[in-house]
T-cell receptor, first 113, second 111 residues
Framework: DAGITQSPRHKVTETGTPVTLRCHQT?????MYWYRQDPGHGLRLIHY???????DKGEVSDGYSVSRSKTEDFLLTLESATSSQTSVYFC????????????FGPGTRLLVL | KQEVTQIPAALSVPEGENLVLNCSFT??????LQWFRQDPGKGLTSLLL?????REQTSGRLNASLDKSSGRSTLYIAASQPGDSATYLC??????????FGAGTTVTVRA
């Protein structure tokens, strides 16, 4: 299995609270992604990174920001959490291109009350 | 934008039967297509990546075919087992190379 960890694995927070999710990889892959998975919507790309300090928006980026200061870490921040951001968040990595095999982390379940 | 559809949404078969999972995509100018498996409460596990230049890709009991001209891919699982019960997702890249995922087919293999 690809070395990808996500923390925390579960989180309950209140509306308006900032939340940061962390993805850590040990594979030295260039690309990292944040997805959210919701019933009826499937997996949707939030943001992705193609190198240290290089990030871009995905399909559903509003309300989210990301940072990548090291190859191995990709942070997803909800600046002010809303109930619509209750979801399961997955981090993924690929070696050199988005078109290569993507390897997924175990996910973080976030509940915003 | 690439749209990926998987039909049916759910499938139940007796053990030993062969499984046929369908995936269709709207933009046929794809570089490749990926199939994933997701167990309940878990992340996605990559099963197969089939390049646009290939027509088939095999791994053990799994075989994926790709027909770009018709915008279809099929995942075959031979001699299904209860351990094959999971949700299977396909993903195809959009013209900006980002993956678009289908909603998945949830498979139940009855012992």
């Amino acid at each position: 299995d690809a070395g990808i960890t996500q923390s925390p694995r579960h989180k309950v927070t209140e509306t308006g609270t900032p939340v940061t999710l962390r993805c850590h990889q040990t594979e030295n892959h260039r690309y990292m992604y944040w997805y959210r998975q919701d019933p009826g919507h499937g997996l949707r790309l939030i943001h992705y990174s193609y190198g240290v300090k290089d990030t871009d928006k995905g399909e559903v980026s509003d309300g989210y920001s990301v940072s990548r200061s090291k190859t191995e870490d990709f942070l997803l921040t909800l600046e002010s959490a809303t109930s619509s951001q209750t979801s399961v968040y997955f981090c993924a990595i690929s070696e050199e291109s988005p078109q290569e095999t993507q390897y997924f982390g175990p996910g973080t379940r976030l509940l915003v009350l | 934008k690439q749209e990926v559809t998987q039909i049916p949404a759910a499938l139940s078969v007796p053990e030993g039967e062969n499984l046929v999972l369908n995936c269709s995509f709207t933009d046929s100018a794809i570089y490749n297509l990926q199939w994933f498996r997701q167990d309940p409460g878990k992340g996605l596990t990559s099963l197969l990546l089939i390049q646009s230049s290939q027509r088939e890709q095999t791994s053990g009991r799994l075989n994926a075919s790709l027909d770009k001209s018709s915008g279809r891919s099929t995942l075959y699982i031979a001699a299904s087992q209860p351990g094959d019960s999971a949700t299977y997702l396909c993903a195809a890249p959009s013209n900006d190379y980002k993956l678009s995922f289908g909603a998945g087919t949830t498979v139940t293999v009855r012992a």
